[in-house]
Nanobody, 128 residues
Framework: VQLQASGGGLLQAGNSLRLSCAFSGRTYVFNAYAMGWFRQAPGEEREFVAAISRTGGITIYSDSVKGRFTMSRDNVFNKVFLQMDSLKPEDTAIYYC????????????????????WGQGTLVTVSS
């Protein structure tokens, strides 16, 4: 499995940005995987941002981004997205997408160690 995150950049607070993560893999099809977004700021531990179930029917968010970020997936084009609105300086971090094989259609997880595969990350910098 390979995950390729993209869409990061430098922008001012209050603006919006959309991250993408392209999935490629041979063992299982994309809709066998639940997906997550995590972020890591300099000097900080990696933290949960959002997760989505295999079919996209269930999404969960961290309290810090709830109401501002929206995670979605496209099981035809094998991608997940993170729409980030009303960005704040504290959203500055490297954003990582992650995948885990999920036998349960509605399963979503917040813990990084629950995920099997990780992308390389994309940097988001929000200035005040």
């Amino acid at each position: 499995v390979q995950l390729q995150a993209s869409g990061g950049g430098l922008l001012q607070a209050g603006n919006s940005l959309r991250l993408s993560c392209a999935f490629s893999g041979r063992t299982y099809v994309f809709n066998a995987y639940a997906m997550g977004w995590f972020r890591q700021a300099p000097g900080e531990e990696r933290e949960f941002v959002a997760a989505i179930s295999r079919t996209g029917g269930i999404t969960i968010y961290s309290d810090s981004v709830k109401g501002r970020f929206t995670m979605s997936r496209d099981n035809v084009f094998n991608k997940v997205f993170l729409q980030m609105d009303s960005l704040k300086p504290e959203d500055t971090a490297i954003y990582y997408c992650a995948a885990r094989v999920s036998e349960v259609a509605r399963s979503v997880r917040r813990t990084p160690t629950d995920y099997d595969y990780w992308g390389q990350g994309t940097l988001v910098t929000v200035s005040s």
